[in-house]
């Protein structure tokens, strides 16, 4: 997990329209495609609600004009191809190689803490795909890979759940309260009701070997 998506109880939630709008936008300037038409496609008219998720987003942090419109004519290309049928496939790790290129210069980008959109692709896994990238995939419409995790299989990784712990016991410092096993399963609920899926209690403890385990294990002193 990165700083930009650790952050604090009051963090900024990004709508299903704002999460689809980033992934078409960095899918369109990974695969260089152009604003003009793609052939065989139809001519799609601009989902309102990405085109201007997505321009509200990049207003407020700052962007200009000609970086908003090149998002906006981004989200039109891609969907082009999905008109089309011939899209490519897009992985996590080519979504969040293009997001770096992406935001790279940007004033805010540097900031400890602060949230730049397109998020990353942590984020859209666990907020658009109920923590799985091929569902993820499948709710913009773009094709599924077959290296994706399969559903069974572990959902969260070895920084995911040192993420967890970390921001469990930071939130506790700050509110002044309990740092207890119990305590963390009632934030972890918590967080999962806000969009944040964290590891229950229990796959924690497993994962560690324990309570007490995972703490040292993100804060050995």
Not at 127 to 145: D, H, I, K, M, Q
Request: aromatic share 8%; proline share 5%.
């Amino acid at each position: 997990m990165t700083s930009d998506d650790r952050a604090a109880p009051d963090r900024e939630r990004y709508s299903a329209a704002a999460l689809r709008a980033g992934m078409l936008w960095l899918y369109a300037e990974a695969h260089g495609l152009a604003a003009a038409e793609v052939p065989g496609s139809s001519e799609p008219e601009e989902d309102p609600g990405l085109g201007e998720a997505a321009a509200a987003i990049l207003s407020e942090q700052g962007a200009s004009a000609s970086r908003i419109a090149r998002c906006r004519a981004g989200i039109r290309a891609a969907l082009r191809v999905l008109a089309a049928g011939t899209a490519a496939e897009f992985s996590a790790e080519a979504y969040d190689r293009t997001r770096q290129t992406v935001i790279a210069g940007e004033h805010s980008a540097g900031l400890p803490g602060h949230r730049i959109w397109p998020p990353t692709s942590q984020t859209v896994r666990r907020t658009l795909g109920e923590g799985y990238w091929n569902s993820a995939l499948r709710a913009v419409g773009l094709p599924v890979s077959g290296r994706g995790r399969a559903r069974g299989a572990s959902r969260y990784s070895e920084e995911d759940y040192r993420a967890a712990v970390r921001d469990f016991l930071t939130a506790a410092e700050r509110a002044g309260t309990p740092t207890s096993f119990v305590a963390y399963q009632d934030w972890a609920r918590a967080e999962s009701t806000t969009g944040a899926p964290r590891p229950s209690g229990a796959g924690l403890r497993a994962h560690f070997g324990g309570w007490q385990a995972a703490r040292d294990a993100v804060d050995p002193a």
